[in-house]
């Protein structure tokens, strides 16, 4: 997210954080990391599910509009590929690993305002199949993840 955004995060209200931790889904293991500019990769095989977290979309405040990559794009890790509008702020969308998108969520484009409601579930932005899985070993665990967001709202 932008500057201004983690800024804007660092004043924001506390958020409960919830931890997720390795789940399972069916027989498929899925891993959970996020990015100190708050967005969160959800790992199952070579696909990575993104988006932003809750701290982001608590600070950022109601969603009013998602601008998503198309499917096929090449995304970069720590790069823009898309951005995020709200009645506070604007700020780009930063790739948390590189990869082709398989995937959008079109119902954000419908309803943005799903990003308010399930920020790490169903409010994903995009579906990317990984380059590098790699891409994730610099990366927070949820605990870490938390601690991180702890460490900014007493700044």
């Known amino acids: ?26 027989s498929v293991r899925l891993s959970s990391y996020y990015a100190k500019s708050h967005e969160y990769v959800n790992v199952e095989g070579s696909i990575g599910t993104c988006g932003i977290t809750d701290f982001a979309q608590s600070a950022l405040g109601d969603i009013v509009f998602v601008d998503l990559p ?17 009645v506070k702020a604007a700020s780009d969308v930063y790739a948390p690993v590189s990869g082709k ?16 409601v399930s920020a790490e579930d169903e409010a994903w932005f995009i579906k990317v199949e990984m380059s590098n ?9 949820p605990a870490a993840y938390k601690a991180f967001c702890e460490s900014e709202e007493a700044n």
Do not use: H, T, W
Not at 1 to 26: D, I, T
Not at 70 to 86: A, I, N, T
């Open 1 to 26: 997210m932008s500057l201004f955004v983690r800024s804007l995060a660092r004043k924001a209200a506390p958020v409960a954080l919830r931890s997720p931790q390795v789940v399972c889904a069916g």
């Open 133 to 141: 899985p790699d891409d994730v070993g610099d990366m927070m665990d």
């Open 101 to 116: 998108v398989v995937a959008i969520n079109d119902a954000l484009l419908d309803d943005p305002s799903l990003v308010n």
């Open 70 to 86: 198309e499917v096929g794009d090449e995304c970069e890790k720590d790069e823009p590929y898309g951005s995020v509008e709200s």
